[in-house]
């Protein structure tokens, strides 16, 4: 750590801040083995294990549709603790589940906790809708968004038990956001590993039209601040939706930095817009990207028999890795994943295809994007089903990323503007 800068020091030994602290909820809950929540999953729904009655499972999920309530006041209102479910991840004290969390350096994979964390994020929005009387839901709950996760330790430890905490923290009508935290155990206590806020949204059986959820009821003072922080996302993500570059024209001071960087690249012997030079200590764009594809078998299918999203996750994020990986020449550490928004599920047998993009690098810090696609055989047409940021850092400063196009220049301020909305975080 003595070698690293000060910033990446800061970042990697405090916690995530601007956050408020959740309220102590644990008492009366026991917790559950990660082993178990993918298997509660399905009890509550009603999905098959088995892919050959997959079809049927769903069919007979259509009956539920009476239980829908037809207003959001209809429905009983929850506290936040009513939530709150705590998860264990006994690396340590069952050495067995190791290695499938285990990476060539003797860490814990990331990924893997990206999967973790998407079925908890479902299990907790389970619990706060669940109605008594029934024992089956007749939500479809599935992740929107991952808002943003932060990172406050470096290493993940192989051989320590970690616990997973949440509850839903904001409710609209029809969707939720979950705050789950991840501690690793170190010396007799739980120390923070990682924050998380993950948007879900319920639809009908079906998963076809949106379905109202319980209301929530903030409890203390502290819950209302996590509430109002909740409402403030929201405002968030719509004003960082509405200034898409897909949408609005990039700022005075945006153009300026393209044109910098354009004038920076334009050979002075020809000026000629066909002959562009590189500056020292920089990579075209063109050359900081890798792609991967994956076929979609039934493994990885989730409780509604589409691909699992903490799997579309994983896979990203190893690309992601892979990506800062080659073009740092060391090792990456993930500092931060942000807008993550799942635009379309991923039918089982799909072609996906990754596509992963240095887009802007800044002393140590390598901010990717990860493009994911499905291609259909038949019909040869692509379509987008999410897009990926993730934010590294590396013992060594890196190049600077140099866009040529018009196209490059949207993905290198649009992976500015996400690094910049990291760090003002932590």
């Known amino acids: 750590m003595q070698k690293l800068p000060s910033v990446l020091a800061r970042t990697l030994t405090s916690e995530t801040s601007g956050s408020p602290v959740l309220p102590d909820m644990s008492e009366g809950h026991l917790p559950i083995h990660v082993n178990n929540v993918r298997s509660r999953l399905r009890d509550i729904v009603g999905a098959s294990t088995n892919w050959r009655d997959h079809v049927q499972a769903m069919q007979e999920r259509k009956a539920l549709h009476t239980l829908l309530a037809k207003r959001q006041e209809d429905l009983p209102p929850r506290r936040m603790k009513d939530s709150y479910l705590e998860v264990i991840l006994p690396l340590g004290s069952q050495p067995e589940i190791r290695e499938k969390y285990l990476n060539v350096h003797n860490s814990v994979r990331f990924g893997r906790i990206l999967e973790d964390l998407d079925s ?120 960082f939706s509405t200034a898409s ?51 979609c078998h039934p493994q990885e299918r989730n409780i509604f028999n589409r691909i699992f999203g903490g799997f579309l996750m994983r896979k990203a994020f190893e690309l992601g890795w892979a990506t800062a990986c080659s073009y740092g020449s060391s090792r990456p550490f993930i500092v931060s994943v942000d807008d993550i928004m799942f635009q379309r599920p991923v039918e089982v047998g799909s072609l996906l295809l990754l596509s992963g993009q240095v887009c802007y690098t800044e002393k140590n810090y390598i901010q ?59």
């Open 120 to 239: 908890l994020g479902v299990l907790i929005c389970y619990t706060h809708t669940k109605q008594e009387m029934q024992p089956r839901s007749p939500l479809s709950i599935v992740t929107a968004l991952v808002d943003k996760i932060n990172l406050c330790k470096k290493i993940i430890y192989p051989d320590c038990d970690i616990k997973f905490t949440g509850n839903v923290s904001w409710v609209g009508r029809t969707s939720m956001e979950v705050k789950m935290h991840m501690l690793q155990l170190h010396d007799g206590d739980y120390s923070p590993v990682l924050d998380a806020t993950f948007v879900m949204v319920a639809r009908d059986p079906e998963n076809k039209r949106p379905a109202f959820v319980n209301p929530l009821v903030p409890d203390s003072p502290e819950e209302e601040e996590i509430f109002k922080q909740g409402e403030l996302n929201k405002l968030k993500r719509i004003d």
């Open 368 to 426: 990717v994007r990860v493009h994911s696609e499905v291609y259909d055989a038949d019909t040869r047409e692509h379509q987008t089903t999410n897009i990926f940021h993730f934010t590294f850092i590396s013992e060594n400063e890196v190049p600077q990323v140099v866009p040529k196009t018009y196209g490059e220049s949207m993905l290198y301020l649009d992976g500015k503007r996400h690094f910049a909305a990291i760090m003002k975080d932590i």
């Open 245 to 295: 570059l897909l949408k609005m024209a990039p700022t005075a001071e945006e153009r300026k930095i393209i044109h910098d960087i354009f004038l920076n690249t334009l050979d002075t012997r020809t000026v000629s817009f066909r002959s562009r030079k590189l500056p020292p200590n920089s990579v075209w764009m063109e050359d900081a990207k890798l792609k991967g594809l994956q076929i």
